[in-house]
């Protein structure tokens, strides 16, 4: 899948072995979530462009290089997504947030919009869109649609774990979205839970077991 790429950064994988632990309690894996999302969106920036200034040193002046191009927006889905908002924030910290807030009907495993507030400028910005189960897909794909819908064209997906089948509905409905993951795992089963996975995000983030 040509835009499917897993981080495969030491630290990444280190902390996403600890995720899935079903030992580890609510603020655990909140602190964990939050350093993994950190280290993702360190890592999915590297090709962010620059440009060279000047800036003056207490000792001389001094050639650098700062962020270019388009402003970053985040785009969590609700409600699992926002507990990957900190940790981006805490690196890009100059950052736009919008929040769509998306559920997925327990019987057609279909999404269903709820909730959707953007930025004005979205069709200028760079946005990463963050949930961290990329399941069946259809919760993200309907989220991108969305934002392209509000004039986005400049879109990332960034979710922890996938499963095979979630990366094909986002190949198919938008081959145009890089997607950033930690893990594609093996398969769905018949509830639509990704195996092995780590359970439901949101339930472990706010403690809802």
Not at 20 to 49: C, H, N, Q, W
Not at 142 to 150: D, F, P, Q, S, V
Not at 199 to 207: L, T, V
């Amino acid at each position: 899948m040509s835009n499917i790429h897993i981080l495969e950064h030491p630290l990444i994988q280190h902390k996403f072995t600890l995720l899935r632990d079903k030992a580890v309690g609510a603020k655990d894996f909140r602190e964990l979530l939050s350093e993994i999302s950190m280290l993702m969106a360190y890592e999915i920036t590297r090709d962010f462009p620059t440009k060279e200034v000047e800036v003056e040193t207490p000792v001389a002046v001094a050639k650098g290089k700062v962020l270019a191009g388009k402003k970053v927006g985040l785009i969590p889905i609700l409600r699992a997504g926002l507990g990957m908002l900190d940790g981006m924030l805490r690196l890009i910290p100059a950052a736009k947030v919008g929040h769509v807030g998306l559920y997925r009907d327990p019987e057609t495993l279909k999404p269903v919009e709820y909730y959707c507030k953007l930025p004005t400028d979205v069709a200028n910005r760079k946005l990463i869109v963050v949930d961290p189960m990329l399941a069946t897909g259809g919760s993200a794909s309907a989220a991108i649609t969305l934002l392209k819908e509000k004039g986005a064209k400049d879109i990332i997906l960034m979710c922890l774990v996938g499963a095979p089948e979630g990366a094909a509905t986002i190949q198919r409905d938008h081959p145009d979205v890089p997607v950033y993951l930690a893990a594609l795992d093996e398969r769905l089963n018949d509830h639509g839970y990704i195996v092995p996975g780590l359970g439901d995000a949101g339930d472990r983030i706010f403690g809802t077991l």
